[in-house]
């Protein structure tokens, strides 16, 4: 399961923080945002960060499904059925984080390649061996972890619905309503 965090579009879309005396600008739409980024970067603009994004979401799900079946198994009432809903909740949740604290390292370095607007003061970076030097030679391998407790904060009820979700089956009977099933 993939998760994206806040796209460069997403985050631009959130509001600001007005400063008292000062006229407060109305934020641009995900439509402009999108013809903005397209003309500056083109295509291309849209995938910026393609390559980061997919080394925290492959190692993620490589931490998450297995943890999430072991830990669910814990939980079973027998050898036989499914373990109860809330013990799938939480594994759900405890999976989740887990997995969020893991991959959080990675996480940072897609955040920053994706950033359009950087401050002055802000570096730029080519890629993701140029965005992982500078992080280490200019923050410190602590800057890895930024965001950390609040992303695990995010994904575990996340996953932990997801799971629960689909221990009831509601998947299964939306998708009975495609044509062809």
């Known amino acids: 399961m993939l998760t994206p965090p806040p796209s460069e579009a997403q985050r631009k879309l959130m509001p600001e923080t007005v400063v008292p005396g000062t006229v407060p600008t109305k934020s641009p739409t995900a439509m402009q945002l999108t013809r903005e980024l397209l003309k500056e970067k083109g295509i291309a603009g849209l995938y910026k960060g393609l390559g980061a ?33 809330y ?11 887990t997995a969020a604290v893991a991959v959080n390292p990675v996480d ?23 965005c992982i030097s500078k992080i280490m030679k200019n923050e410190g391998p602590s800057a890895f972890l930024k965001g950390a407790y609040c992303r695990a904060l995010v994904i575990a009820p996340l996953f932990g619905i997801a799971q629960v979700v689909y221990f009831f089956g509601a998947g299964e009977y939306i998708l009975s309503f495609l044509p062809g099933n």
């Open 53 to 85: 994004t997919l080394l925290r979401d492959v190692p993620f799900s490589i931490i998450y499904f297995p943890l999430f079946a072991n830990l669910n198994t814990l939980g079973k009432r027998g050898a036989e059925g499914p373990a109860p809903f």
């Open 87 to 97: 013990v799938s909740f939480l594994a759900g949740c405890l999976a989740g984080s």
């Open 108 to 130: 940072v370095i897609k955040t920053r390649i994706q950033s359009m607007n950087r401050g002055s003061t802000e570096e730029t970076y080519s890629g993701v061996t140029d």
